[in-house]
Each structure stands twice: as structure tokens, then as C-alpha cells.
């Protein structure tokens, strides 16, 4: 079965440190670009961040470029948001995402998520 | 950034009823679209990509439309189970990967 578990949530002070993890498990987890998307309290779906297969390609929303850091340990088969500088607009539920692609006829990669794990909580508050 | 804005924000729908969901996108995506659905406490769960391709297990009820600009996801006969929130999302323009704002569809 396929599956991602993500862990490390929790509460922490505006300022403060949170390393979330996700633990893939039933798919070639190096073969696959991996995704952290987060829900804000009673809100919409925000794209967070994205790494590519080898960790090599990395992109960040902008409202966390600088503050986040995204990678993966394709021999744990886990992915990691090392998240700093913690803002109380950061709270969310952040979601590990698997991304597949379709490949255009100019062999453009597009990628959209087609796994989900259950979510961790994050709640930056004093 | 595309602009991604869904149409209604909810909708009340009795059970066996059609239900039809908007999408659009600020600019041209081609077929670069992917629909979810999100009930309470759970995760996203994906539906439909390529604006028309209905993921693995998906029932038949479910089926998307358009290219461009314009979407729609149409339940033909809503079950009690479909009752949720859905999502649409472009993928041609990344990053930012974006999704619209959700369209809650509810018990009539």
C-alpha cells in the first residue's frame, strides 16, 4: 500500500524551530518528486515547497523562501521540512505529497499530487 | 502567479442530484488541471488530473471538463459519501503550484 506518515508537528513559539518528517513507504520513493503542502486553520490548500528526486532541484513559496529548507533521505525513503524563524501565520496542517507527472509532447514535465499523507500539526502561539 | 478561483464557494445539493463545480484559472493552463476532495479531519484526496482523467478508484459519478481557462467537475448522482469540500489546482505554470479557494458541497 502506498503511504506517507508525516511527524514532528507541534506547538512553538513565534521565533522558534519545527523539523517536520515524512516516511514514505509502498513506491519507489527515489524515483519521485515529493511535495510539502499546508491548510491554515478553516482555509484553502497552500503549496509549500517541492524537491525533485536526487534533492538537487528544490523550490519554496514565497512566503517561506528563506525560513524553510526542504530535503530527503532517498535510503530512509523519508523527506524532511527543517522550518525556522516560526511565524504565527505558519500554523497549518502541513501535508507530505507524492507528485507524479505527464510529460508533454515537448517532454515538459508537469507534476501535480496524487498522494497525500494525513497531515501533522504545526501551532506557532506564546 | 495563476490565479486560480472557484465557483460557488458552497453549494446545497439534495442526495441523487447532479452537482457542478467551477474553476478558473487567471490564464491559459491547457489541460494542466487536477481536482480533490477534502472531507473533515482528512487529507486531500485526488480526483481528477489532465482536467479530465479520473484517478485510480475513482468513481464513474465524478468527471471533469475543460481546457484553457474554463473547468468544471460534475458529480452526476451525489452519494452521501461526496459530501465535501473540492479543490481545484493548476500545474502548468510551476512553481507556484496553486489552488483555488474550494467549493463546499453540502446537504440539501
Known amino acids: 500500500e502506498v503511504q506517507l506518515v508525516e511527524s514532528g508537528g507541534g506547538l512553538v513559539q513565534p521565533g522558534g524551530s519545527l523539523r517536520l518528517s515524512c516516511a514514505a513507504s509502498g513506491f519507489a520513493f527515489n524515483f519521485y518528486e515529493m511535495a510539502w503542502v499546508r491548510q491554515a486553520p478553516g482555509k484553502g490548500l497552500e503549496w509549500v515547497s517541492y524537491i525533485g528526486p536526487s534533492g538537487t532541484t528544490i523550490y519554496y513559496a514565497d512566503s517561506v523562501k528563506g525560513r524553510f529548507t526542504i530535503a530527503r533521505d532517498n535510503a530512509k525513503n523519508s523527506l524532511y521540512l527543517q522550518m525556522n524563524t516560526l511565524r504565527a501565520e505558519d500554523t497549518a496542517v502541513y501535508y507530505c505529497a507524492r507528485a507524479s507527472s505527464v510529460v508533454s509532447p515537448s517532454n515538459y514535465n508537469y507534476y501535480y499530487m496524487d498522494v497525500w499523507g494525513k497531515g501533522t500539526t504545526v501551532t506557532v502561539s506564546s | 502567479e495563476i490565479v486560480m478561483t472557484q465557483s460557488p464557494a458552497s453549494l446545497s445539493v439534495s442526495p441523487g442530484e447532479r452537482a457542478t463545480l467551477s474553476c478558473r484559472a487567471s490564464q491559459s493552463i491547457s489541460s494542466n488541471l487536477a481536482w480533490y476532495q477534502q472531507k473533515p479531519g482528512q487529507a486531500p484526496r485526488l480526483l481528477i488530473y489532465g482536467a479530465s482523467t479520473r484517478a485510480t478508484g475513482i468513481p464513474a459519478r465524478f468527471g471533469g471538463s475543460g481546457s484553457g481557462t474554463e473547468f468544471t467537475l460534475t458529480i452526476s448522482s451525489l452519494q452521501s459519501e461526496d459530501f465535501a469540500v473540492y479543490y481545484c489546482?493548476?500545474?502548468?505554470?510551476?512553481?507556484?503550484?496553486?489552488f483555488g479557494q474550494g467549493t463546499k458541497v453540502e446537504i440539501k
Open positions: 489546482q493548476q500545474y502548468d505554470n510551476w512553481p507556484p503550484w496553486t
